[in-house]
């Protein structure tokens, strides 16, 4: 599985723009690039995936470098509800075998 | 309605004891997970079940032990409970033959051994 590298931690003002980078330079051509968000307390919670386009839904946003080797999720008005730890995973291509392996992630400080 | 659930939400309990934690998902998939949160927020997947077979059995002490009754059901059962196995289990359930890899957790049972 592809290893990612994030930055332990950043800060954004509320209503601004959030951009959480990740690298992954290890990625191969078929694996897919996923963010996970884990609030205070609670269970990881999905936020979007993509493979060479970028994407967007009503979470975020996922842009990816054309070389795949790093992408950033963007939260476009980040909220004080948008705190949490964000994960970027690029899990097993070999099937779908279900395995995120969740690292230390970003953790993401919406300040008023 | 809850996706994925878990009971119970605390367990606090002695070493040595047997312990279980349930969880449920209503979402129709086919696959269920465990994961363990230790108390540096590292979060590890213990085991996964599909359609009631284990497919992933990470490197997890015997004395962990998956339940899968059905396809909506997997258990937890811990027996011989130690200092460090005081952690958040986090339940999941995702669709195997779905195009993408999102899975549902549930709000976690926090467990700790006294």
């Known amino acids: 599985d592809a290893k990612t590298t994030q930055p332990t931690s950043m800060d954004c003002a509320e209503g601004r723009a959030a951009n959480l980078p990740c690298n992954h330079s290890?990625?191969?051509?078929?694996?897919?690039v996923y963010w996970y968000r884990q609030i205070h307390s609670q269970g990881p919670q999905y936020i979007i995936h993509?493979?060479?386009n970028n994407e967007t839904n009503e979470m975020a946003s996922l842009i990816i470098t054309e070389d795949r080797k790093s992408s950033t999720l963007i939260l476009p008005h980040a909220t004080l509800r948008d705190t949490a730890v964000y994960y970027c995973?690029?899990?097993?291509?070999?099937?779908?075998?279900?395995?995120?392996?969740f690292g230390q992630g970003t953790t993401l400080q919406v300040k008023p | 309605d809850t996706a994925v659930s878990q009971t119970p939400k605390y367990l606090v309990t002695q070493m040595g004891n047997d312990k279980s934690i349930k969880c449920e998902q209503n979402?129709?998939?086919?696959?269920m997970y465990w994961y363990k949160q230790d108390s540096k927020k590292f979060l590890k997947i213990m085991f996964s079940y599909n359609n009631k077979e284990l497919i992933i059995n990470e490197t997890v002490p015997n004395r962990f032990s998956p339940k899968s009754p059905d396809k909506a059901h997997l258990n937890l059962h811990i027996n011989s409970l130690e200092l460090g196995d005081s952690a958040v289990y986090f339940c999941?359930?995702?669709?195997?033959?779905?195009?993408?890899?999102?899975?549902?957790f549930g709000p976690g049972t926090r467990l700790t051994v006294l």
């Open positions: 290890t990625i191969s051509g078929n694996e897919y």
């Open positions: 979402l129709g998939h086919d696959t």
């Open positions: 993509g493979l060479k």
């Open positions: 999941a359930s995702s669709q195997w033959d779905s195009s993408y890899n999102e899975q549902f």
């Open positions: 995973i690029v899990p097993f291509s070999s099937g779908n075998t279900g395995k995120l392996i």
